[in-house]
């Protein structure tokens, strides 16, 4: 899979794609990112990429032109399956809409900031847009790593055990049931005998249950 993001930030995603899960799946080559500075793509002096607002109102706008020329340079080199915009009023991110994404194999995001970018390129350009949660942030780029994130551990391969992925939490609208690891016992607090039987099927069972009280107290919306 390949994943180009463009952004007017792109110090702010080196660190969250250069550790751990990432940058395993970047080091098999089982994942692509490429981050496009947005003002290398002005005109204008100073490589300005934000104007004020028709209407007038309080905080710029991302202008069209630099978006537009870094959108068509790209696309004159892959096709994009999507073109995401990650914005807080886009559809907001969950388990199943990665892993749709984790199936494509070219997607092209676009970090929003300020207050967002000219419409009309939401109107020509943009085929999804996603948001990370009900709040707002300092702009896009963290909810890009976000996304890649949760796109790129799901790729074949990059997890050592492809079966962990799963049973994370919401991939059966369940959330994960509790886990346990040695010791067996830590002041008294003891692991459930259960988990210690050796028997699959009332292991399996037990965590289920678990998972479905989970779900029941913190997020009966699952359900």
């Given at each position: 899979?390949?994943?180009?993001?463009?952004?007017?930030?792109?110090?702010?995603?080196?660190?969250?794609?250069?550790?751990?899960?990432?940058?395993?799946?970047?080091?098999?080559?089982?994942?692509?990112?490429?981050?496009?500075?947005?003002?290398?793509?002005?005109?204008?002096?100073?490589?300005?990429?934000?104007?004020?607002?028709?209407?007038?109102?309080?905080?710029?706008?991302?202008?069209?032109?630099?978006?537009?020329?870094a959108i068509e340079s790209l696309q004159a080199k892959v096709k994009y399956d999507?073109?995401?915009?990650?914005?807080?009023?886009?559809?907001?991110?969950n388990q199943r809409m990665a892993n749709q994404l984790s199936l494509k194999g070219?997607?092209?995001?676009?970090?929003?900031?300020?207050?967002?970018?000219?419409?009309?390129?939401?109107?020509?350009?943009?085929?999804?847009?996603?948001?990370?949660?009900?709040?707002?942030?300092?702009?896009?780029?963290?909810?890009?790593?976000?996304?890649?994130?949760?796109?790129?551990?799901?790729?074949?391969?990059?997890?050592?055990?492809?079966?962990?992925?799963?049973?994370?939490?919401?991939?059966?609208?369940?959330?994960?049931?509790?886990?346990?690891?040695?010791?067996?016992?830590?002041?008294?607090?003891?692991?459930?005998?259960?988990?210690?039987?050796?028997?699959?099927?009332?292991?399996?069972?037990?965590?289920?249950?678990?998972?479905?009280?989970?779900?029941?107290?913190?997020?009966?919306?699952?359900?």
């Amino acid at each position: 899979m390949r994943i180009d993001i463009i952004t007017v930030l792109p110090e702010l995603l080196e660190s969250p794609l250069s550790h751990s899960i990432m940058k395993r799946a970047q080091a098999k080559g089982m994942l692509e990112v490429h981050v496009h500075p947005l003002r290398a793509y002005s005109s204008l002096k100073h490589n300005q990429v934000d104007d004020y607002q028709f209407g007038g109102g309080a905080g710029m706008v991302m202008m069209l032109e630099p978006i537009v020329n870094a959108i068509e340079s790209l696309q004159a080199k892959v096709k994009y399956d999507e073109i995401i915009y990650l914005t807080p009023d886009g559809e907001t991110l969950n388990q199943r809409m990665a892993n749709q994404l984790s199936l494509k194999g070219n997607l092209l995001m676009l970090c929003g900031h300020y207050k967002g970018i000219d419409q009309r390129i939401r109107d020509h350009f943009i085929t999804k847009e996603i948001s990370i949660g009900d709040y707002v942030l300092s702009g896009g780029e963290l909810g890009a790593a976000v996304l890649v994130d949760a796109i790129g551990r799901l790729l074949p391969g990059v997890l050592n055990d492809e079966t962990s992925a799963l049973f994370d939490s919401f991939q059966d609208n369940l959330l994960a049931p509790p886990v346990y690891t040695r010791p067996v016992e830590f002041r008294g607090w003891k692991v459930p005998d259960v988990l210690l039987s050796g028997d699959h099927k009332k292991i399996e069972e037990w965590r289920h249950q678990q998972a479905v009280e989970r779900t029941q107290a913190r997020r009966p919306d699952l359900l």
